[in-house]
């Protein structure tokens, strides 16, 4: 996927954010409120600062596929296993 791709995704999905997060005020600024997993979804919140990581724009690509930018949970979805996701996090919180 290109860079300009990549950025596309990222600036509506920075657009998305402040748009939900008015509606969740208990996440906290600087933060987003992602649901993971394939069948049931656990609600994390993660850094903002998660979107510039290579990582993580992976995941979001896999997500804008599945689900484009209409997330059935009111915040954005992300399809893969909840113990991949908390490992990445991991990874990126290091």
Known sequence: MG??????????LKHMIKVHNKQQPD????????????????????????LDQPLFQDLLRRSEEEYGFDHPMGGLTIPCREESFVNLTAKLQS
Not at 38 to 46: L, S
């Open 27 to 50: 996440v906290p600024k600087g933060h987003l409120a992602v649901y993971v997993g394939e069948i049931q979804k656990k609600r994390f919140v993660v850094p903002i600062s998660y």
């Open 3 to 12: 860079v300009f791709r990549v950025h596309s995704l990222v600036s509506n």
